[in-house]
């Protein structure tokens, strides 16, 4: 997200709300842990959505989409959901960033094992997010 910021006058981080998924952390702690990571950025907004994402884009007047990927498995799936997103709304483009190399091997799923079981995840979250894990907050 922070390669975004030149690129756009404000950046909302948008954090959807999946009834088809039972997060590890609650809506709130994921929040609070994203405004951490970007207090720093007085151009970053974190939101919280239900619903299509187009219907959250059209209610913050967004009309870029930023997407990231680590491997062609993502860039595939990605591409299927811009081109679908154009087709639902052709005023919201799509801008994908490719994720720097020492990120590729990061994936959610695999965080959340190491955590599950004890691990130290300090290499795969940011510190601020770590020191609030740890704290147990």
């Not at 619903?51 to 993502?74: I, K």
């Not at 490719?98 to 300090?122: C, K, M, Q």
Request: glycine content about 8%; hydrophobic content about 45%; charged content about 25%.
């Amino acid at each position: 997200m922070r390669r975004a910021l030149p690129l756009f006058d404000e950046v909302v981080v948008a954090v959807g709300i999946n009834s088809s998924k039972q997060p590890m952390y609650g809506l709130d702690q994921r929040l609070r842990w994203l405004e951490a990571v970007f207090a720093d950025c007085p151009t970053v907004r974190v939101a919280p959505f239900g619903g299509l994402t187009l219907d959250f884009c059209r209610q913050v007047e967004a009309r870029w989409l930023v997407r990231g990927v680590r491997n062609g498995g993502d860039f595939e799936y990605e591409r299927t959901i811009a081109q679908m997103s154009k087709q639902l709304d052709p005023g919201v483009e799509t801008v994908i960033l490719f994720t720097d190399p020492e990120y590729a091997p990061i994936h959610s799923t695999v965080v959340r094992e190491i955590l599950r079981n004890g691990g130290d995840a300090r290499a795969f979250v940011p510190e601020v997010v770590f020191q609030s894990m740890v704290a147990g907050g």
